[in-house]
């Protein structure tokens, strides 16, 4: 990964991988949908906004409305925090939203990517429903 950093993707597919916990709308947390959905905005915004310098996040920004954004669902807190932990030691740029006062992992956001180069690390979590 670390070649990819440097260059702009060219043509590939940039996109925006969001995994967001699947428990927080369930028993017994049973969160609102709409508290579920601001999690993954703040965990997107703030992986866009800390890699904003990095060539493959300004140019997924200048798609505009042809922007991509996969949004996969973690079964809970754990799973969440093992792929950060996962992505971390595979050098993949990435941000976990933590909710305060609580402190809890809700989400996690990598930055714009070429698609090939991620989803093999994101197999195993499957579209949020």
Known sequence: LPAARA???GNMALVQYVVLRGDLARPPRSWP????????????LAAVHGYREHPDTGAYLEQGG?????????PDENSLL????SLK?????????????EGIAT???LRPYPKNLVQPHLRNFKLLK
């Open 82 to 85: 093992n792929l950060a932990k």
């Open 107 to 109: 989400c996690l956001a």
């Open 66 to 74: 042809a922007m991509t954004t996969v949004v996969l669902e973690a």
């Open 33 to 44: 949908l709409g508290a579920v959905v601001a999690q993954g905005c703040h965990a997107a």
């Open 89 to 101: 030691e595979k050098g993949v740029d990435h941000k976990v939203w933590m909710e305060n006062p």
């Open 7 to 9: 260059v702009p993707c």
